[in-house]
């Protein structure tokens, strides 16, 4: 069995903020549940600018792609039209083939609105699994 990498105090977190959109919303203004992946997809994504590189960068560069193998989110107070959200990424664990990420979404004015985490896995164009290069592994492993 081989041994995980795993980040036990992360030192790095990245932020993002998004305004909930009319067309994220249900007729009472609440934004719909499935929107909190898309908001955690734009703080990972950002996370990884923030690391040095892009998805895109990486997918290009390497052929290699980060499947969502797992998500879960917490809801704990709706998020509403035209509300200004901070979302916030951490790495919890970086292994040779995954990362786990988890996220934090409040409100500007503080409102705890939403936690959750995704693993991803890194597969190949042809759905192997396969090992991050060291390169982005470095990069991601710097700021945790």
Known sequence: MRKKEITDSPSFTSVSTVKVRY??????GVAYYANYLVW??????QYCNDCGFSYRDMER?????????????????????????????TIKELTRRTVRFTY?????????????ETL????????RPSSMPEKFREMLRHNT
């Open 23 to 28: 067309a994220e919303t249900d007729q009472m």
């Open 40 to 45: 955690f997809e734009v703080a990972r994504s």
């Open 61 to 89: 560069e390497t052929g290699l792609f980060l499947i969502v193998a797992e998500s879960y989110c917490r809801y704990k107070t709706p998020a509403r039209y035209e509300d200004e959200l901070i979302v916030r990424a």
């Open 104 to 116: 934090e979404i409040e409100r500007a004015d503080g409102a705890a609105i939403a936690t959750g």
């Open 120 to 127: 991803h896995v890194l597969m190949s164009a042809e759905g």
